[in-house]
């Protein structure tokens, strides 16, 4: 059984570039979940995707986007990147069965904004 | 607006001691509390609570929730350098009506382990 995998593991741009990061979920799981974590701070939830869709947001703005594949895989886009936008983002998988969720969580994506 | 509070934020202790870590939550339909250690990079997951007084352990760790009180606890005894992470403390909610809103996390507890 698979983890969670995700790419790249650390990657530099500077303000106003674009990013994609990408996930794979775990074997099994249907739903995905972003997360970022700046420097110090716990995990702060991005967005989640189930059946492809969008099924819940946090406080971010809309220029972060997502996508989710028929495999369950999942894309994290970040455009006109802000300095603030430096953090370790996490991407995380679970099965959506009505109960509780436990996720599980990749080794993330380290972007630095110059 | 969901909040977690993790106490200490460091801690420092000799092999061998036992710690007890802090998590008080404000959370809105209440769901679930987990526990995760993260060491480098990747949270892994430790214990889910969703009923008061029933404590979770797994070997030396084990975990408790106080859903009056709005609180738990994550005990690690007879510590080993293997355990020096962040611990990481959340909760999940029932779905609003807009959705999932995802875990909402502490700050954590930067445990160090001195030999």
């Known amino acids: 059984e698979t983890g969670v995998t995700q790419s790249p593991t650390h990657l530099i741009k500077t303000r106003g570039q674009q990013v994609t990061l990408r996930c794979s979920s775990q074997?099994?799981?249907?739903?995905v979940s972003w997360y970022q974590q700046a420097l110090g701070q716990g995990p702060q939830f991005i967005f989640q995707?189930?059946?492809?869709?969008?099924?819940g947001r946090g406080n971010f703005p809309p220029r972060f986007s997502g996508l989710q594949f028929p495999n369950y895989s999942s894309e994290l886009n970040v455009n006109a990147l802000e300095l603030d936008d430096s953090a370790l983002y996490l991407c995380a998988s679970s099965l959506q069965v009505g109960g509780a969720n436990v996720l599980t969580f990749g080794a993330g994506s380290r972007l630095t904004v110059l | 607006e969901d909040k977690v509070v993790q106490s200490p934020l460091s801690l420092v202790v000799h092999e061998g001691d036992t710690v007890t870590l802090n998590c008080s939550y404000e959370?809105?339909?209440?769901?679930?509390l987990l526990w995760y250690k993260q060491e480098k990079k990747a949270p892994t997951f430790l214990f889910m609570l969703t009923s008061s007084g029933i404590e979770k352990k797994s070997g030396r760790l084990s975990s408790i929730l106080d859903k009056k009180e709005l609180f738990s606890i994550l005990n690690i005894t007879a510590t080993q350098t293997g355990d020096s992470a962040v611990y990481l403390c959340?909760?999940?909610?029932?779905?609003?009506?807009?959705?999932?809103?995802?875990?909402?996390f502490g700050k954590g507890t930067h445990l160090i382990i001195q030999p």
């Open positions: 959370v809105t339909n209440f769901r679930s």
């Open positions: 959340a909760v999940e909610a029932y779905y609003s009506g807009g959705g999932a809103d995802g875990l909402t």
């Open positions: 995707y189930y059946r492809e869709e969008e099924n």
């Open positions: 074997s099994g799981h249907n739903t």
